[in-house]
């Protein structure tokens, strides 16, 4: 592992992350005591946000990196391997709107367009234009579940673990899109420069 640096993202993969790097023989104790620190050299870790793994892995800073599917999916054009499903990490891309009559499905009968909010513009838009609808697509940053429920919008794109919080906001799930977990990522450069410690580390990834 010494020879590849690996980029880790912060939240809700991190803990998940660090233990696989523990059971492949990394010591990530100094990543764990140090929540501010984002660059371990010792160790080959550089940790940031989930959506900026793929960007530092595509410029060579980072050899590999773990991010999400649905990073990966709004990130479509990046340069760079998939290599391994890692597995954890597991939820759902949906498209939901609030319980009750679909205002979603409504909007498109009544207008021919639903308006639909989301971190994930790039799917979304490739989404409605798979399904072969129209939908204006309002990018969001934070709470996406207030759009539908102040009217901004009539559905949101958004990925969820349990649900919980949909139906806490009054929302429910209308149609599955994608099932995300963690993957693990390869600038393709590194994939053939450093192919032997890839394929080594890749082995002990099939042994644990």
């Known amino acids: 592992m010494s020879e590849l640096r690996i980029a880790v993202p912060r939240g809700a993969l991190f803990g998940d992350t660090l233990d696989l790097l523990d059971r492949l023989g990394l010591d990530t104790s100094e990543v764990r005591a140090n929540d501010r620190k984002l660059l371990f050299d010792e160790e080959g870790i550089v940790t940031m946000r989930p959506s900026d793994v793929p960007t530092y892995v595509e410029a060579g800073v980072a050899d590999i990196g773990v991010t999400g599917k649905d990073v990966l999916m709004e990130q479509s054009e990046r340069e760079l391997y998939e290599l391994v499903d890692l597995g954890y990490g597991r939820c759902r891309m949906v498209l939901a709107t609030v319980a009750g009559p679909d205002r979603a499905a409504e909007a498109l009968r009544r207008l ?52 919980a919080t949909l ?42």
């Open 112 to 163: 021919g367009v639903m308006r639909i909010a989301t971190k994930y513009p790039r799917v979304a838009a490739r989404y409605f234009l798979q399904t072969g609808r129209q939908a204006e697509i309002v990018e969001v940053k934070g709470s996406v579940e207030l759009g539908p429920v102040l009217g901004l919008v009539e559905g949101i794109v958004d990925l969820t673990a349990t649900g």
């Open 167 to 208: 139906r806490e906001n009054g929302l429910e799930v209308r149609e599955e899109i994608a099932e995300c977990t963690a993957r693990l990522i390869a600038n393709p450069v590194a994939h053939k420069l450093k192919a032997r410690a890839l394929d080594s580390l890749l082995e002990r990834l099939d042994a644990v």
